[in-house]
């Protein structure tokens, strides 16, 4: 009886531990995961502007390496400024990158401009917990069509898993989600210019510029084709060049109901140039972006903003 008694005993204790190891497990998987949308998530151990910091520190700490920072933009304070005065909890957005590996995928598919540099956004939720998210270069290859560039996106997701790791003190991920081949194109406008790619953007430009008293503001201007020319592997890359652009008025709306999607603004637009010359203009639709962050309640301001955005590349390529 005693026997019996002992083994019951063992059982339960084998048993509560297994199920403490679910529970650990568990917490791993909260702390760092691959959603299907194509965005990594981790949780940071440290406040937003250190873990920002962090992440900052180790990209100019490797700058010999080719890693460089393009921008740095708080949604939350350009909604505090914006006509909402919106209290928007911290979200900021830090575009940063590696032309000697990245530009290995413009020379298979242009349109990966619209998707790069790299993108983190660090925020803080409504249980003041601090995450930290950016794109799998998996999800950017495939969205865009890029199936000969295995070696740059092996190196892209361990450097992106290395380094966020850093930031925030959460665990690597496991990268070996695979992404339907269904995705390829998805949400990506592309249109035709009357012009050339320096026009075409100065024409974007310029009309910004007249509604800027609206809220509208460029908010950076970057040349792939440069970048890729003045990498190591000096990469001879036909005209492609990014622009990006916000209305905080208009896009504020979108961040009050889920923060995530400030990792897809500012608005993004990459004008480029083909093998026949011909000038082409690719952006993400406003719709597509809204149902990637499960956004249902802003009809109203997914309309204007694709509205504006159609005004501008409009107005960019000359079709009036």
């Given at each position: 009886?005693?026997?019996?008694?002992?083994?019951?005993?063992?059982?339960?204790?084998?048993?509560?531990?297994?199920?403490?190891?679910?529970?650990?497990?568990?917490?791993?998987?909260?702390?760092?995961?691959?959603?299907?949308?194509?965005?990594?998530?981790?949780?940071?151990?440290?406040?937003?502007?250190?873990?920002?910091?962090?992440?900052?520190?180790?990209?100019?700490?490797?700058?010999?390496?080719?890693?460089?920072?393009?921008?740095?933009?708080?949604?939350?304070?350009?909604?505090?400024?914006?006509?909402?005065?919106?209290?928007?909890?911290?979200?900021?957005?830090?575009?940063?990158?590696?032309?000697?590996?990245?530009?290995?995928?413009?020379?298979?598919?242009?349109?990966?401009?619209?998707?790069?540099?790299?993108?983190?956004?660090?925020?803080?939720?409504?249980?003041?917990?601090?995450w930290l998210i950016y794109n799998d270069p998996m999800?950017?290859?495939?969205?865009?069509?890029?199936?000969?560039?295995?070696?740059?996106?092996?190196?892209?997701?361990?450097?992106?898993?290395?380094?966020?790791?850093?930031?925030?003190?959460?665990?690597?991920?496991?990268?070996?989600?695979?992404?339907?081949?269904?995705?390829?194109?998805?949400?990506?406008?592309?249109?035709?210019?009357?012009?050339?790619?320096?026009?075409?953007?100065?024409?974007?430009?310029?009309?910004?510029?007249?509604?800027?008293?609206?809220?509208?503001?460029?908010?950076?201007?970057?040349?792939?084709?440069?970048?890729?020319?003045?990498?190591?592997?000096?990469?001879?890359?036909?005209?492609?060049?990014?622009?990006?652009?916000?209305?905080?008025?208009?896009?504020?709306?979108?961040?009050?109901?889920?923060?995530?999607?400030?990792?897809?603004?500012?608005?993004?637009?990459?004008?480029?140039?083909?093998?026949?010359?011909?000038?082409?203009?690719?952006?993400?639709?406003?719709?597509?972006?809204?149902?990637?962050?499960?956004?249902?309640?802003?009809?109203?301001?997914?309309?204007?903003?694709?509205?504006?955005?159609?005004?501008?590349?409009?107005h960019g390529i000359g079709n009036k």
């Amino acid at each position: 009886m005693k026997k019996y008694f002992l083994l019951i005993s063992l059982l339960i204790l084998f048993h509560a531990c297994q199920s403490e190891g679910v529970k650990d497990k568990d917490m791993q998987v909260s702390e760092s995961y691959v959603s299907p949308n194509g965005l990594v998530y981790k949780k940071s151990k440290y406040d937003a502007d250190t873990t920002m910091n962090r992440l900052k520190d180790f990209l100019i700490k490797n700058k010999k390496k080719g890693f460089g920072i393009a921008l740095q933009w708080s949604h939350s304070d350009r909604a505090k400024k914006s006509k909402l005065k919106l209290d928007l909890r911290h979200t900021e957005l830090l575009l940063f990158g590696n032309p000697n590996v990245g530009s290995h995928f413009f020379t298979s598919k242009q349109t990966a401009g619209v998707d790069l540099p790299m993108k983190a956004l660090v925020y803080q939720n409504e249980k003041k917990e601090v995450w930290l998210i950016y794109n799998d270069p998996m999800y950017i290859a495939v969205r865009h069509g890029i199936k000969n560039r295995n070696k740059q996106i092996t190196m892209m997701r361990n450097a992106l898993n290395g380094m966020t790791s850093l930031a925030t003190g959460a665990p690597k991920v496991k990268m070996d989600i695979q992404y339907s081949a269904s995705i390829e194109g998805e949400g990506l406008i592309t249109m035709r210019s009357r012009f050339g790619v320096k026009k075409t953007k100065k024409r974007m430009i310029q009309l910004i510029k007249k509604l800027r008293k609206r809220g509208l503001v460029v908010a950076l201007q970057w040349s792939h084709s440069k970048k890729a020319r003045a990498s190591k592997a000096k990469i001879r890359l036909r005209p492609t060049e990014l622009l990006l652009f916000i209305n905080p008025n208009r896009c504020t709306y979108l961040f009050s109901s889920q923060q995530t999607v400030g990792i897809d603004f500012p608005v993004r637009v990459v004008i480029w140039q083909d093998n026949k010359k011909r000038v082409w203009v690719t952006y993400n639709s406003v719709q597509t972006l809204a149902d990637r962050h499960q956004i249902k309640d802003q009809a109203e301001a997914i309309k204007k903003i694709t509205a504006g955005i159609e005004r501008i590349v409009n107005h960019g390529i000359g079709n009036k």
